[in-house]
């Protein structure tokens, strides 16, 4: 495993916020685009959790039902629901070895925005999860799930609340964060790019983070999932496979 720093957070701290206020364009990552989805849709019945082209959520069994995710203007509003026992989970199927998730974003003070990899046929690790890229306003951490805290026989360890030097030195392996300066309430143009062993984070263009780690390397990547703590935006959803 090996992390990658991109930039100091000395040097980070001189630089200006990540604004623009028009986004670059794009280039557009090598391969097959599997899916694109701008949400230009509408529910059938308002208050309903519809959200069409493939995708799905955790609400049935997360929310007891209730609505988490909504179609609004040509984008999706995720809001946790006040009694759901989780974290809200958008889901979509991928399939790829190496490949690039690209996505507008938008989140306010406190709220975060995850981008998870996962494989629910691999029995090893708890739910399937592979890796992640976390963002907050003011930092950017990926984690290599699949051989890091997702494993079973290491999840037990945490859940267990061992505090052994072996296991917080494994763990940091496993992790990279990396400091960002982003503005509450801003529309964001992210990227994730998987490949090989290595995942990179970009944001409006610029690199932003990257970490190589074992466990990203899992040949199938079968969904993602857009998993947000509190609330958040999302619009313009591309998934490319390389591999």
Known sequence: MRRLPIVSAALLSCLPAFAFAEPPARTNPPGELQFADQFERDET??????????????SPWRAKGHQQVDLVEGSIHIT????????VAVFHPVDFAD?????????????????????????????????????????????????GRMDLKIRDRILAKEKSP??????KEK??????KLKADTWYQLQIQI???????????????????EGIAHPTKKHIALAVKKEAWVD????????
């Open 45 to 58: 019945f308002p208050g309903k959790e519809e959200l069409g082209e493939g995708w799905t959520t955790n």
């Open 80 to 87: 946790r629901y006040p009694e759901a026992d989780h974290g």
């Open 99 to 147: 490949g690039t998730v690209q996505l507008k974003f938008r989140i306010g003070k406190g709220d975060q925005l995850g981008v998870d990899f996962a494989d629910k046929s691999l029995k090893t690790v708890h739910a399937g999860h592979l890796c992640i890229a976390n963002i907050t306003l003011d930092k950017l951490v990926i984690n290599d799930s699949k051989t």
């Open 166 to 171: 072996e296991l917080t030195q494994l763990l």
């Open 175 to 180: 992790s990279a964060v990396f400091p960002l």
């Open 195 to 213: 490949t090989g062993n290595q995942m990179t984070v970009s944001i409006d263009g610029a690199e932003v983070g990257r970490l190589e780690s």
């Open 236 to 243: 313009d959803v591309q998934i490319w496979k390389a591999k």
